[in-house]
């Protein structure tokens, strides 16, 4: 865990809840992490490490659709008979979006 500018210690997820705040913010990151008491050095190095333990999501260029049609469970969609599917976004603030289909 990193210091902030007040010296107070966060956790992992306190540090992820913060990025999703300045992410939703108007203001910049300078801004935002004087107005949180954050060093943005702080800042930036958790950005960094939680982005890079987040896998990397697959979505459609902006504009794109994606077809769902193509997830029909088949072997050639799934690897495996009968499968079905399951996406799941995160919407941030706590608001997760699930969708599965069950054969």
Excluded: H
Excluded at 41 to 64: H, I, N
């Amino acid at each position: 865990m990193a210091a902030s500018v007040s010296g107070v210690r966060r956790s992992r997820a306190q540090w992820r809840s913060l990025i999703e705040r300045a992410q939703r913010s108007s203001l910049g990151v300078s801004a935002f992490c004087a107005s949180q008491g954050l060093s943005t050095a702080s800042f930036y190095g958790w950005r960094k490490r939680l982005a890079a333990e987040t896998p990397e999501q697959v979505a459609p260029a902006a504009g794109e659709f994606l077809d769902l049609g193509e997830l029909d469970g088949s072997p050639s969609a799934q690897g495996a008979p009968g499968g079905g599917w399951e996406l799941e976004l995160d919407l941030g603030a706590r608001l997760v979006l699930r969708l599965r289909r069950n054969r």
